[in-house]
């Protein structure tokens, strides 16, 4: 007979999904009697190491001063991968902790919605005052509907930290309309939005981009590049191709764990000019440091 101190399983997923990476690492041994420290061993590198699961997440994500040695087999790819880990886990977590709160209402509509039952129950009596109480019931429910739909929006905002300028995307209220003519209609999910919708999405942008691009063959195109870190200060490479008919964005390269010298860059750029067409190129366009200098003299 199981013990009733035994978590469920629900309990233990959420108690999984809080240290998602310990699935890359093999837990050897406890240390001591209390705390979190284990020996634990990466799948990566095979390298045996010892301390919490802060540790382990600063040996695969190559994070800084932790006090452990970053991984060095750990590839990009790998890094992407752990982090969607990361993310599909934190989903979790916070969708397994998620309490209902009641959403704020006014007074005047909990006024509406008292007067209810009495409106309705004097227009089966009354039938001269069927027509005016019907449209007023209406009125009710609309305006009720109405401010639930605001605040769940709202909350939608607060919860997750979403900048109020993205209610000034043309496409924010275009979606609610869009939704509102369909019934019952349920929002593409987490997996829907990264996956099919994203790809459909891409397909179509470089679609209308072809004509853009069939100009190369007659007037060619520059190729430019800038380096840059993101809000998670990661090193980044983005590529441009600039003509005449526009500029088009081509790719970031994320350069975490990779030595931004000139044989590097010189890859990147010959990479793309091959994906373009050497034909087309007319010029390389870099920034002045060092590296990227002499990443032109040899292109």
């Not at 452990?68 to 977590?93: G, P, Y």
């Not at 987490?190 to 999405?201: F, I, W």
């Not at 975490?256 to 010959?270: N, P, Q, S, Y």
Request: charged share 25%.
């Amino acid at each position: 007979m199981s013990s009733n101190s035994e978590p469920s399983s629900d309990q233990q997923n959420n108690q999984d999904d809080n240290a998602p990476l310990w699935r890359f690492v093999t837990r050897e041994a406890k240390l001591g009697k209390g705390g979190g420290n284990v020996a634990f061993q990466c799948n990566f590198c095979r390298q045996i190491y010892k301390g919490s699961y802060y540790r382990v997440k600063a040996h695969l994500l190559k994070i800084k001063g932790a006090g452990v040695a970053s991984c060095t087999k750990v590839t990009n790819k790998n890094l992407v991968e752990m982090r969607r880990v990361m993310e599909e886990a934190e989903q979790r977590v916070k969708q397994y902790n998620l309490k209902q709160v009641p959403l704020p209402t006014s007074s005047a509509t909990t006024s509406n919605f008292e007067n209810f039952s009495s409106n309705a129950s004097a227009s089966a009596i009354d039938p001269k005052r069927r027509k005016g109480s019907i449209g007023s019931i209406e009125k009710t429910f609309n305006m009720g509907a109405r401010e639930i739909a605001d605040s769940e929006i709202a909350r939608m905002f607060y919860t997750r930290g979403l900048s109020f300028h993205f209610a000034r995307n043309p496409y924010y209220a275009r979606a609610f309309k869009s939704a509102s003519q369909l019934p019952g209609y349920v929002p593409p999910g987490y997996n829907a939005l990264r996956t099919t919708l994203l790809q459909k999405e891409k397909s179509n942008i470089e679609n209308l981009l072809e004509p853009i691009k069939k100009t190369w063959n007659e007037k060619g195109v520059s190729i430019c590049s800038d380096g840059w870190s993101d809000a998670q200060r990661r090193p980044l490479i983005n590529i441009m191709a600039v003509s005449e008919s526009g500029p088009i964005f081509l790719k970031a390269i994320n350069c975490e764990g990779e030595t931004k010298d000139k044989h590097f860059i010189v890859d990147l750029l010959i990479n793309t000019i091959q994906e373009i067409g050497p034909q087309k190129v007319v010029q390389v366009i870099t920034d002045n440091v060092a590296a990227c200098k002499a990443a032109g003299h040899i292109i």
